[in-house]
């Protein structure tokens, strides 16, 4: 047990808890987008509410996001201890420090980064997570012609027990949902906070692009064969693809809806 404690005590230990909570996080966020895009879909959010309810419902998926929360909270805070004890180590700036030289400016600017996506969290968990946690959510009641496929919604002002009801009468389905599809699209009718979650996607793509990269050189994996792909990875799929199509959606709902 010793060696573990003295293990995660040394640099490479406390770099390797970042590198691994760090590409957790970018699963999550594969699995995240994913989910998202249903908002894209032409259905008045039935696809994405459905999806809401299950992850929000599904007891393994629950268990599995009360560890997210706190790989989020350990991996903002282990980072931000970890640029203090940098700066600490080196309590006096070289005379003639030319960082550039020596490391890619966003490597450098990890911290500030990280700093930025936490406080874009905080603002995010609060309006959509916590809305539907705790808020008041309003009801939709979509109706789906089973032989056509044709979907109608309207809202829906009785009660339900839970966040969704679904039952079929005369060759329609009928499913009452809690609407979490419309306080996103709400959200995003203010321009300042397209612009919030647009800038937030810059930050979080360069975040990505040094930090993928960066927790496989902790781990050991440093090879000619797989640094190309690797780097290809961090940056085609995690700075460039993932944080375009998130910030697609602020700026579908605002320009498109
Ligand atoms: C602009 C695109 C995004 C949209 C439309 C969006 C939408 C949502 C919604 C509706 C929720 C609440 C429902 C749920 O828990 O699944 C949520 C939760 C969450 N979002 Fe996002 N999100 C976006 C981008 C992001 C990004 C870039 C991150 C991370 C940097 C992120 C991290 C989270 C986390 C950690 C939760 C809580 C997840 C959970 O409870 O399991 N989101 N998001």
Request: some cysteine; charged content about 10%.
């Amino acid at each position: 047990m010793n060696w573990i404690i003295t293990f995660l005590k040394s640099s490479i230990g406390k770099k390797l808890l970042m590198g691994l909570t760090g590409l957790f996080l970018c699963t999550f966020l594969i699995v995240h987008l994913i989910g998202n895009l249903q908002l894209l879909k032409h259905d008045g959010g039935m696809a994405f509410n459905t999806y809401a309810v299950f992850m929000t419902s599904n007891p393994l998926i629950k268990f599995v996001s009360y560890g997210l929360y706190a790989i989020i909270l350990f991996h903002a805070f282990w980072g931000l201890y970890l640029v203090s004890q940098n700066k600490k180590a080196r309590p006096v700036q070289y005379a003639a420090y030319n960082g550039k030289a020596n490391s890619h400016w966003t490597s450098r600017w990890m911290g500030v980064l990280g700093t930025m996506i936490l406080a874009f969290l905080v603002f995010h968990m609060w309006g959509f997570w916590a809305q539907y946690k705790f808020g008041e959510v309003p009801y939709t009641i979509y109706e789906r012609n089973l032989a056509t496929g044709e979907i109608t919604f309207a809202n829906f002002e009785g009660e339900i027990a839970g966040k969704m009801e679904r039952y079929i009468s005369n060759d329609t389905e009928f499913t009452i949902v809690k609407d979490l599809y419309v306080v996103v699209a709400d959200a995003f009718q203010e321009l300042w906070i397209v612009i919030l979650y647009v800038l937030s996607m810059g930050a979080l793509a360069f975040h990505l692009v040094h930090g993928f990269s960066s927790s496989f050189q902790t781990l050991g994996v440093h090879h000619k064969k797989y640094n190309a792909l690797i780097k290809g990875i961090g940056v085609w799929v995690f700075g460039v693809i993932i944080p375009i199509l998130f910030a697609i959606m602020p700026i579908y709902f605002k320009f498109f809806i």
